[in-house]
Each structure stands twice: as structure tokens, then as C-alpha cells.
């Protein structure tokens, strides 16, 4: 930790602390971020797909079980799964959906814009994270009643 901050100091130290920052580099740390937002969500549509699909697998095994009371109940909470995958995937692929191009004149207004596009894919990524938190949650608690009932 203190190599850290030898060399903020060793930095400060060559150019004296009072470089402003520029608006190039706002923008270019806004489009660092909203780089990793896209990363993130990839990550999220490919973990609810793997889950989409154990739980159709998981469904179908309950579908064609005996009519128990616990078979029943797990048939309806792996559809409710299913509809939070389903939610999740969608906030995930609005995340990093391209907005159309606003016309902007001003290096202020690209700034604005980025921030505001920025803004709303990190909203949307951070409720297609917490359905996903969810849905692996109620997932988990679906398996154990099915297994332990089994």
C-alpha cells in the first residue's frame, strides 16, 4: 500500500499537483467504465443462460415426477426462476443497448451525454445484478427442497 502512494507522490512531485483535468479525460475514464459494464453484463447473460437452462432441465424432471405436494410447489418456484432469468437477461441486454446518437456541438454537451448514457447502463446493470442475486438464491433453495424431499 505504501508503493501506492510513493508513487502518487513521485507523480504529484514531477508536475506539482495543479494539472487540472481535462475533459478528454472524464470522457475517456466514462467510456472506461461503461467498458466494464459491458463486460459485467456479458458475464450475466452467459451465467443466466447456464441457469436458464438448468432450470428448464430441472423443470421438466419435476413435470414428469409423481404429483406430490413438494413437486408441485418446486414446478411453480422454478417458474418463477425462470421469469427472474428471463428479467434479469432483459435489464442486462438494455444495459449495454446503444443509444442512438444525441447531436451534441460541445466537448460539455459529449460530456453530459456520455455521463447521462453512463448513468442509465449502470441503473440497469445493477437491477439485472440484483434479480440475478435473486434468482441464484431462490434457485439454490428450490434444489435443497427438491433434494431433500427426494
Same mark, same amino acid.
Given at each position: 500500500m505504501k508503493k501506492h502512494f510513493k508513487i502518487i507522490e @513521485?507523480?504529484? @512531485?514531477e508536475t506539482d499537483g495543479k494539472q487540472p483535468l481535462l475533459i478528454e479525460d472524464y470522457i475517456a475514464s466514462i467510456d472506461d467504465r461503461r467498458n466494464k459494464i459491458r463486460s459485467l453484463a456479458s458475464i450475466i447473460v &452467459?451465467?443466466?443462460g447456464m441457469l436458464l437452462s438448468a432450470n428448464f432441465v430441472i423443470l421438466f424432471f419435476? !413435470?414428469?415426477a409423481t404429483k406430490q405436494v413438494v413437486t408441485e410447489i418446486g414446478c411453480y418456484i422454478a417458474f418463477i426462476i425462470s421469469l427472474s432469468l428471463l428479467l434479469t437477461l432483459f435489464f442486462a441486454i438494455k444495459s449495454v443497448y446503444l443509444e442512438s446518437p444525441m447531436g451534441v456541438s460541445t466537448k460539455g454537451e459529449k460530456l453530459l451525454s456520455q455521463h447521462a448514457i453512463f448513468k442509465m447502463e449502470s441503473s440497469n446493470l445493477s437491477k439485472s445484478f440484483r434479480?440475478?442475486?435473486? &434468482? !441464484?438464491? !431462490?434457485f439454490i433453495a428450490n434444489m435443497s427442497i427438491i433434494v431433500f424431499t427426494h
Amino acid at each position: 500500500m505504501k508503493k501506492h502512494f510513493k508513487i502518487i507522490e @513521485e507523480f504529484q @512531485e514531477e508536475t506539482d499537483g495543479k494539472q487540472p483535468l481535462l475533459i478528454e479525460d472524464y470522457i475517456a475514464s466514462i467510456d472506461d467504465r461503461r467498458n466494464k459494464i459491458r463486460s459485467l453484463a456479458s458475464i450475466i447473460v &452467459s451465467v443466466c443462460g447456464m441457469l436458464l437452462s438448468a432450470n428448464f432441465v430441472i423443470l421438466f424432471f419435476l !413435470i414428469k415426477a409423481t404429483k406430490q405436494v413438494v413437486t408441485e410447489i418446486g414446478c411453480y418456484i422454478a417458474f418463477i426462476i425462470s421469469l427472474s432469468l428471463l428479467l434479469t437477461l432483459f435489464f442486462a441486454i438494455k444495459s449495454v443497448y446503444l443509444e442512438s446518437p444525441m447531436g451534441v456541438s460541445t466537448k460539455g454537451e459529449k460530456l453530459l451525454s456520455q455521463h447521462a448514457i453512463f448513468k442509465m447502463e449502470s441503473s440497469n446493470l445493477s437491477k439485472s445484478f440484483r434479480l440475478l442475486m435473486i &434468482s !441464484i438464491g !431462490i434457485f439454490i433453495a428450490n434444489m435443497s427442497i427438491i433434494v431433500f424431499t427426494h
